[in-house]
């Protein structure tokens, strides 16, 4: 048994006029999923008493843009087209499928469920045709309920927090497999199957991959605050979390994500912009800066102080003397520290334009990470000290650009000629001061 698509006819009524039965199905609801399809019986015909259960070869079935038809045969999947046009079903033809846009994967479904069943070539006693709706699926609005955490890392100043994200958005999905999602959601259905009945399921396990979702996006340094703008990283990740489920067991995609707005709590609000300040003050230029701000908004107040200007700036001068500094200081600190040349803008590897470096998995790379294996570049060390990865040449233990910490595996320093040991063997000298030998990369203990 099999289909054979035919020539396109222009009106339904011919068609019906042709064949003994008819099959069509005009329009499928935006609300309804799959219809079963019914007998159409032409003015010519003489199984007006037939079963609805059972297919008359030669009979016509039409599938139209935007629908899948499958025919069952006693509960299993015999036949299937994804393309539009007109068909004739002949029993005494082998099981066929007409589909270009559905791959490989629909055709490996299709022929595990024929395997089940050979008929020898006739016809069993219980045929039916179901239409799909292959539109996209729209309108599944989703919010989260109770907060997604959410990790937050600030790498240049080696600190994370994790916040709870609410969001509320709308996805979309499509059928992409006609056969699973008969087989393993809708079975035998006798007259439609809506998407009421499957929306709720989909919508928890929807929400549910959102914080293994959220994890990935937050690993790749994306902010909350910018996943309304980043709806393609995280679809993807919705993708990774769902797919396993949809896509393999019922044969439905993800579609369209779309987040409308993402906000987090004002208690972590105000736990980010206090760090966010008190990193911004680590620089001495910006604490004094902040300082005088601070000093001015004190002098305004003293001038409204109801015991007086004189008492209140009385209570300023205390306050700095206890506090140890003040502005000309920080100001002071701030013109000694060397300034650092302008890099020029790495590109999208992470590393300068020409610069590479060999890994010791042998592979040859240009980011700060090696694609092969994993691991990190590793940090430059020099008899002057070490280069920290924002470029910034240290000799503590600490980088005074970042504040990040020296890698340990620092090689240490011996004289090759008598033997000396500097005090910090992490941070030689130019020059032995025992017998005047210059350090070099021969120095390093092996």
Known sequence: MGLIKAALVGASQTLADSWLEFFVCESIPTDCLVVRGKKQLGKHSSNTKGNDNVITDGSGIVVHEGQAMIMVDQGVVTEIATEPGVYKYETGTAPSIFSSTFGAGLKATFKEMWERIKYGGSAAKDQR??????????????????????????????????VGVRCNGIYSYKIADPVLFYVNVCGNVTDRYMRSELDNQLKSEFLDS?????????????????????????????????????????????????????????????????????????????????????????????????????????????????????????????????????????????????????????????????????????VKLTPDGWTCECGAVNKGKFCSECGKKKPEGAPLYKCDKCGWEPEDPFNPPKFCAECGDPFTDDDIVK
């Open 210 to 378: 959102l914080q293994p979702a959220f994890a990935a996006i937050s690993a790749s340094g994306i902010r909350y605050d910018e996943l309304p703008g980043r709806q393609r990283e995280v679809k993807a990740a919705i993708e990774t979390e769902v797919n396993p489920i949809w896509n393999e067991k019922r044969g439905l995609k993800i579609w369209t994500v779309n987040i409308n707005s993402a906000t987090i709590s004002e208690e972590d609000t105000k736990r980010i912009q206090e760090f966010e300040d008190r990193a911004w003050n680590r620089d001495p230029g910006n604490a004094a800066a902040t300082l005088v701000e601070a000093q001015a908004q004190a002098m305004q107040n003293a001038a409204n102080n109801p015991n007086g200007a004189a008492m209140g700036l009385f209570g300023m001068g205390m306050a700095q003397q206890m506090g140890g500094a003040n502005a000309q200081g920080l100001f002071g600190m701030a013109q000694q520290q060397p300034q650092q040349p302008v890099q020029p803008t790495p590109p999208a590897g992470g590393a300068p334009a020409g610069e590479t470096w060999k890994c010791e998995c042998g592979a040859t790379n240009t980011g700060k990470f090696c694609p092969t294996c994993g691991k990190p570049k590793p």
């Open 129 to 162: 045709v179901y239409f799909f709706n292959m539109k996209e699926i729209l309108d599944n609005k989703f919010g989260t309920q109770n907060p997604v955490p959410f990790r937050m890392a600030y790498q240049d100043l080696g600190r994370s927090f994790t």
